[in-house]
């Protein structure tokens, strides 16, 4: 890395109002309720309980157990099936650092299927020349809240006798689904369609399946007292950092206190040895703050609704009827552009396109091998993390916005569509 890569976080933007992805779901508000928790607090009664049964109604699941994270929540999982070392997990190449990490935790290995740039999931065609007998797991990710195709899935699945987890991380069912899965995950991380800053929460509909997450969840890390105090004061600043008359110089002091080690954030996406925190509990004191954006998950998904739709109908990437765009979650609206910087850089003064994922694995740059990918076996993915552009699509993003944006730019933006891998098969 470049002098200039490294110092580039801590360099302020052009001053002015400017949009960001995160802190997508929170006000104000979430502030009050941190504080007024601390202030008022129970210890003799715990509210996690309180959400998770809140998720599980909401979420459309029986069960639901927390933990310190998404992927501390996918391990869990794993760890139920149970996982043997070398028995193989197949999931798309084009996620998180930490989802394979997570996978390898586990002793077993990450099979790599590439994804169609149709909607940036899993390529349903390549994945049975993928399953070996080995292979014990697929792995269904609903990439930027876009829904895989989970009956197809479930299908080779049944025909090869394997278990589907289904990675809800970027999505939210908004009812009942009828394709059935061993279990799924949920991220509320601060980019996340619920955020409560850090978090995440596994789901099943199988009561054996439940009891076994509990007793991983009851034998958890519980972070301690200053962890707690580093997490409440990193949620309130973020909030503050991160809305729009801050962001310009809010993100570089965020970074700042990041690389000071003030911000509290698990720091695991380049460790390759699962560390002694890992699983951890779901924080206490965030469960007030997820309970209060559980309950206004439904304006939330069709805020994001309305936005997607603006989008869709310039943009037309998706190709999706009306009804279909309603069935997704549209954590982020994404396609692809013929050149990705010049596509930032044009709207830099008004948002701030921080691009999911610019890396084919989000949070890792380099030293592939070491999560068993080898470079050049997922060529669409490869192109897609050098072409993708996602438009933020949360509450604080104003209709307006969007609209002057495709009115104002909207020749300029069509020539920049690259329909290239789209309607290359």
Known sequence: MSLKEKILPFIPMSPGFKYSFYCGSNSLKDIFILIKYLIFKNKKKSITEKFEKLFSRK???????????????????????????????????????????????????????????????????????????????????????????????????????????EDNAHYFPKKKDKDKTYASFFSLDHSKVINTYMGGVASTNNHLIYKKLKKIQ?????????????????????????????????????????YLGIIFYFRDNLVMKKPKYYPSKFPEILSCVAIDQIK???????????????????????????????????????????????????????????????SIFEGRTKNFKEIKYKKGSCPEAEYCSRHIINFPTHKHIPISLISNILSQNNDWIKTQINFKRKFSK
């Not at 943009?315 to 609206?333: E, G």
Request: charged share 25%; net charge positive.
């Open 59 to 165: 979420s459309k699941n029986k069960y639901s157990v927390s933990f310190g994270s998404g992927r501390m929540a996918l391990y869990s999982i794993l760890k139920t099936l149970p996982v043997k070392k070398g028995d193989e997990i197949i999931l798309p190449a084009f996620t998180c650092s930490v989802v394979p990490n997570a996978i390898i935790y586990t002793g077993a290995i990450p099979v790599y299927v590439d994804i169609s740039c149709k909607d940036f999931n899993l390529d349903i065609d390549l994945l049975e020349k993928k399953i070996s007998k080995k292979t014990v797991a697929i792995y269904a990710q609903h990439t930027f809240g876009v829904r895989c195709k989970m009956s197809k899935i479930n299908k080779l699945a049944k025909k090869y006798n394997l278990k589907v987890i």
């Open 218 to 258: 009851r034998n958890s890390l519980e972070l301690g007292s200053i962890s707690k105090i580093r997490i409440s004061l990193s949620f309130i600043l973020e909030i503050i950092f991160f809305n729009r008359f801050l962001l310009w110089i809010g993100k570089s002091l965020y970074s700042l206190l990041f």
């Open 296 to 358: 206004n998950i439904k304006n939330n998904l069709n805020y994001r609704n309305k936005i997607a739709q603006m989008l869709e109908k310039e943009i037309n990437w998706y190709k999706f009827l009306q009804k279909d765009m309603k069935v997704n979650t549209w954590l982020r609206y994404s396609f692809l552009v013929k050149d990705q910087k010049k596509f930032i850089d044009k709207f830099k003064d008004k948002l701030d396109l921080e691009i999911w994922y610019s």
